[in-house]
């Protein structure tokens, strides 16, 4: 599925998780500099992205975006 939505922010760069079905996903806009995907995941159940921001001088932050597809609970809890 190509993404068709992707405004162009100075300085960040949209990161994100496409969806197997016709609608869902996730995504965030991240500083360009200083980062790792460290996981993207997608299936029919949900779409998962994690990323480390990295700190000069302190601890690196890991940041989550998740979205559980409405019609599949029972798959998302397994």
């Known amino acids: ?6 405004p162009n922010i100075s300085g960040y760069v949209f990161e994100y998780v496409p969806t197997p079905l016709s609608a869902g996903g996730v995504g965030i806009y991240i500083n360009e500099n200083d980062y790792t995907v460290v996981e993207r995941m997608s299936n029919l159940a949900f779409q998962a992205l994690w990323i480390e921001n990295l700190v000069p001088s302190k601890k690196n932050v890991i940041c989550g975006v998740l979205y559980r ?7 998302f809890l397994s």
Not at 1 to 6: G, K, Q, R, V, W
Not at 69 to 75: A, C, D, I, K, V
């Open 1 to 6: 599925m190509e993404i068709d939505f992707n």
């Open 69 to 75: 597809q409405h019609n599949s609970p029972e798959s």
